[in-house]
């Protein structure tokens, strides 16, 4: 038994299918046909001839291809490129349609569509009409689509959703606040039945229908909507509000005589305002709301939309996304990375603020990395694409944030445990008001009945709740990202709040994690520049890290080495090498020694601060001692010393002997030093912190630390973009420095509260609103709340928590404050 | 009378409980094809709103916004720790990989827009 999946064309509808499998149960070898109109795909299970499937497929009118004949041809043949907007397209089917209409334009050689931005690309000879017309023959409409058109067009359709809201609000209030001011200046609101008056509610009450079917009708299709899908939203809630209003009013108006003489009063208004207000509420909010998502689409803006790329000697400009990786680009001065790459030649300077937070330009030379979306200030680079499209560190850095703002923290699940049952809960609580007015409360009860019911449906307000949390993390994430840190999950944010212990690995997290030449201690009648000659000679043949960290230094005073002979690396000891006939040694105090030469100067003053002292010797004289240390990065010194102000203990750990570890924490002023941990045991070090009862984060570059990274309660990279780092810590740092883990420990502090906020003034709002509503108070004022008032205040709650929300926007790193 | 507003006030509330907790799992649930289903996003629903999947299986579904207003801007699911800002005007894509059998909630942001994903 095997299955065989064909293509189909044209196939719309349950007749089709059946047609379909009448024409193919006769062929020989069939035994279950399965139709997909979605994917205009058959699949037969059985063993029948291909080519009989096909045959029978065309005699029923269903033009079938093969699978592999529809391939797209290769991408070689292309000789000019065009992109269309496609409208119309609503389904997978719809795809394969227009992608044939497409291919069998003369002049094609290959088409694509892109259901999900509903782009098509085209590649060939064939004019841009010739390709709108057969996708317009074919159902659907095209259009030649520009790039730099997409994010315009998505502000004006915001626009034109916030004018809309506008119109239904004037819609609203322009019928509303006459019969309210009417009303309140003393206007007669009741209903006389046989008086010209009922004529004129039955006018007024027909003008809150058309300003319920028009301004308000989305409350209503939603809510019916809903309704048949067993679901409950805030569109119930107001549908069931506004909506109970204008019935009981109607009734009031058309058989006055079935309610007692005090409950014939209309309620027109208040349908009228409540709907005027919300779609107030809701244009006020569209404005909020669209800051809240800034710092995402800043980043998204980031990226460069064209790219230069040299191919075959020849310059052209292309979209940025059909650049592949191994091309080779061009970026210059002004001009933004298009791709993640490696430059291949010239030398330039980069801004990577954006994505480190850092703010000063890096150099960048053949060999150097380069990140798509940074900005090259100086010179022209060359660079061979590493990384394109969703693969770019900023690709990533955007997914990531997304799913982040997505995220939620412990906190805010309460809010969602509510949220889910909310609306009909709200419902049971306005039924069971109503009744108790209705059993239990003063004449005229009917009346009573409706204002509790309206007004606690109207006053809950079920968005302030489910805003609560979401909206501050996507501020406080973004905002975070931003500054190059970049938060992976809401639980992150909640226990960094809470940290109260802090583990810095030692090596690239607090020094540069890369040795360098510190200082040079001389022997009597010897010169510095002399001896890193020497020594840069004897290493250049080297590759040990501090080989390397010598080399640098000499390459820096612009010295150039010599070539040495009879170079010898002894493990453990040194190297050693003959020059103009004299032999060089360039290793540890004990081999010296050992050689016989006396060691005549102190190295003291080196270990003291650190540095590993290398000894230089020519034949059996001490010519000097050169220090090599991993240099404290800069303000590692200023960044441990505010965690200590945020109240953490701070731990540092590495592999290094007490010795230098003690002088390095000393230096940095850490409270705790666990010196000579072997890397596989730094995760059990974070752990007995933490059976001590410590909530401990670790603080690590994210590739040998992975292990600690997991273990600790919170795990941050720091100074790196590569994927294990992002994968294997909660929180990553873009930028190198230790700031940046004070900085997110504050924003992540600032979003909790932020949050808190939030939920206890929507619990709070919802909680003391909707027993008001129902009529808790009437003993004490002797009235109840207007379901009008109830409209405002609901309108009101949920800016109330966007905009708060968006006052995290304001929080300024240490950075900033500078 | 009385007694029938009262009568009348408790089946309504026997109705909402019923309506909106009791019977929603008989609610009517479309399989997510092998090419991918696509969910509308308007007037409040997702439409279809309960979507049934084989564990074990890439799900791809896409999202078709068509409300304009903020509440329709995101789709979370709940416990896949996946979520998707939706554009309007476009088509959303989001890949779920090889979720595990059991039953999932995916709503806007604030949970007005709400859908379930039964995964078997």
Known sequence: MQTQRFDIQGASCQGCVRKIRQALDPVAGVDDVQVDLDAQQVTVTGTPDSADVQAALAKAGYAAEDKQQTAPSSPASTDQEQQLAITGATCAACVRTIENALRNTPGVTQAQMNFADRTARVSGSADSQALIDAVEKAGYGASPLDDSDDGNAREEQEQQHYRRLLRHMWLGLGLGVPLMAWGLLGGDMMVRPGEASQWVWLGIGLLTLAVLATAGRHFFVGAWKAFRNHNANMDTLIALGTGAAWLYSMAVVLIPAALPEAARHVYFEASAMIIGLINLGQALEVRARGKTSAAVKRLLDLGAKTARVVRDGKEQDIPVDQVQTDDILRVRPGEKIAVDGIVEEGESRLDESMLTGEPMPVSKSAGDTVSAGTLNEGGTLLYRATAVGKDTALSRIVALVKKAQGSKPPIGRLADDVSAVFVPTIMLIAVVAALAWFNLGPEPRITHMLISATTVLIIACPCALGLATPMSIMVGVGKAAEHGILIREGDALQTSSKLDTIVL???????????????????????????????????????????????????????????ADNFQALNGKGVSATLDGKQYRLGNRRWLESEGITVSLNSDSLTERGATPLFLAEDNSLLGILGVADRIKEDSREAIARLKDQGLTVVMITGDIQASADAIAKQVGVDQVMAEVLPEDKAKKVQSLQEEGRIVAMVGDGINDAPALAQADVGFAIGTGTDVAIESAAITLMGGSLHGVADAMAISSATVRNIKQNLFGAFIYNSLGVPVAAGVLYPL?????????????????????????????????????? | MTLLINLAGLLLMVGIVWWFWLSKSTTQSQP??????????????????????????????????????????????????????????????????????????????MQMYQGRLIVS
Not at chain 1, 523 to 540: I, K, Y
Not at chain 2, 55 to 77: K, N
Not at chain 2, 82 to 99: A, K, M, Q, R, W
């Open chain 1, 781 to 818: 004022t002797g009235s109840l709340l207007s379901p009008v008032i109830a409209g405002a205040a609901m309108s009101l709650s949920s800016v109330t928590v966007v905009s708060n929300a968006n006052r995290l926007r304001l929080f300024k790193t240490q950075r900033d404050k500078r």
């Open chain 2, 32 to 109: 997510v094809s092998d090419q991918g289903t696509t969910i509308v996003v308007a007037d409040g629903v997702y439409n279809p709103a309960t979507l049934r999947a084989r564990a074990g299986e890439t799900l791809t579904l896409h999202f078709d916004r068509q409300d304009p207003s903020p509440c329709a801007e995101q789709v979370v699911f709940h416990g896949l720790d996946v979520s998707e800002f939706l554009e309007t005007g476009t088509i959303t894509t989001v890949t779920l990989n090889n979720p595990p059998a059991g039953e999932y909630r995916f709503t806007c942001q």
């Open chain 1, 505 to 563: 690995d030692k090596t690239g997290t607090i020094t540069e994690g890369k040795p360098a030449l510190t200082e040079i201690l001389c022997a009597e009648g010897q010169q510095e520049d002399t001896l890193l000659q020497l020594a840069a000679s004897l290493e250049s043949g080297s590759e040990h890290p501090l080989a390397r960290a010598i080399v640098e230094a000499a390459e820096q005073r612009e010295l150039t080495p010599d070539r």
